[in-house]
């Protein structure tokens, strides 16, 4: 796990996200959830990251992600009442992870990874 330490300022989170989601590219993301009440739970597993954003009237980190074969956005996952949000490294697109941390103790690490290529294909191709 890469080192957490990059906290974003609540004011930065709307701006920082959509600017994220514009640059992303491809990227796998798996999504766990960890709390004392739960455990960990992989809620997602290496699907693609369609993007984030952080609704400020709703307050809420939505993180839509998209099955292999399946309409795009199939999937979103919601963390209700973020209170503080991590990301490692802050200064690269994407980062490694992201980790919220919401009002009811839960953690949420989205871990993000290039798709891998495909057996015959070439980053010159």
Known sequence: MTDLTN??????WQDYFEN???DL???QAT??????????????????LTGLSYDRRDDVLVVGLDAPGGARGDLEHLVY??????VAPEAIIPPDAIAVDDADG???????????ELPGESASA
């Open 7 to 12: 906290e974003l300022p609540r004011e930065s």
């Open 20 to 22: 994220l989601s514009r």
């Open 25 to 27: 590219g491809t990227v």
């Open 31 to 48: 999504v766990e959830v960890d709390g004392e009440d739960l455990g960990a739970q992989i809620e997602a597993e290496d699907l693609v």
């Open 81 to 86: 009442r973020p209170q503080r949000i991590f």
């Open 106 to 116: 839960h953690r949420t690490l989205v871990e993000l990874r290039p798709v891998p």
